[in-house]
T-cell receptor, first 117, second 117 residues
Framework: GENVEQHPSTLSVQEGDSAVIKCTYS??????FPWYKQELGKGPQLIID?????GEKKDQRIAVTLNKTAKHFSLHITETQPEDSAVYFC????????????????FGQGTILTVHP | KAGVTQTPRYLIKTRGQQVTLSCSPI?????VSWYQQTPGQGLQFLFE???????NKGNFPGRFSGRQFSNSRSEMNVSTLELGDSALYLC????????????????FGPGTRLTVL
């Protein structure tokens, strides 16, 4: 089955710096890669996702890049703010030809991001 | 619109007992997935239901089961509880099916914290 490795496990940055979290996946059939942010006492919340037919996607201060050949994808957060402090999870899934995932997301182990004011 | 709701939020049980957790998806969402979150194993997929049918299943023992009702609400049951079942159980709903990745975005509830003594 799919295995997702995520690094680093903890990341501490100063406000305004950039943060990068990297993930690798094992199953070349995976073609959908979402990133989730989990705050204390809450469930994970999707912040950005990418499909394998796209190499990069941006949404304001957040960007995700995907290298299918190397089977790795990364989350980039620019101009970090204290409210970005949370646990971030990458995940991998397979969407069939009709775009259905059948629910299963394989998650990385998570990165605790701390942004110091 | 209302998000995913899970009840109860906290639960304490003893070994050997059974437990039932409930999840109400976002209105209009037909897919419900369940995940177990622990510090050691991270987020692991349990199973996914769509139109009252289990479509996908993770690698958990048969003590873990679920069902979905005609209104898309879902329950999961754990029988013969073990200490290792202590975890945060998360439910996620999605529209699912076809077309864009947005149909597969999983919206997570706040989880049920289960403690087994």
């Amino acid at each position: 089955g799919e295995n997702v490795e995520q690094h680093p496990s903890t990341l501490s940055v100063q406000e305004g710096d950039s943060a990068v979290i990297k993930c690798t996946y094992s199953d070349s059939a995976s073609n959908y890669f979402p990133w989730y942010k989990q705050e204390l006492g809450k469930g994970p919340q999707l912040i950005i996702d990418i499909r394998s037919n796209v190499g990069e996607k941006k949404d304001q201060r957040i960007a995700v890049t995907l290298n299918k050949t190397a089977k790795h994808f990364s989350l980039h957060i620019t101009e970090t703010q204290p409210e970005d402090s949370a646990v971030y999870f990458c995940a991998a899934s397979y969407l069939d030809a009709g775009g259905t995932s059948y629910g299963k997301l394989t998650f990385g182990q998570g990165t605790i991001l701390t942004v110091h004011p | 619109k209302a998000g995913v709701t899970q009840t109860p939020r906290y639960l304490i049980k003893t070994r050997g007992q059974q437990v039932t957790l409930s999840c109400s998806p976002i209105s209009g969402h037909r897919s419900v997935s369940w995940y177990q979150q622990t510090p050691g194993q991270g987020l692991q997929f349990l199973f996914e239901y769509f139109s009252e049918t289990q479509r996908n299943k993770g690698n958990f023992p048969g003590r873990f089961s679920g069902r979905q009702f005609s209104n898309s609400r879902s329950e999961m049951n754990v029988s013969t509880l073990e200490l290792g079942d202590s975890a945060l159980y998360l439910c996620a709903s999605s529209k699912t099916g076809g077309g864009t990745a947005s149909y597969n975005e999983q919206f997570f509830g706040p989880g049920t914290r289960l403690t087994v003594l």
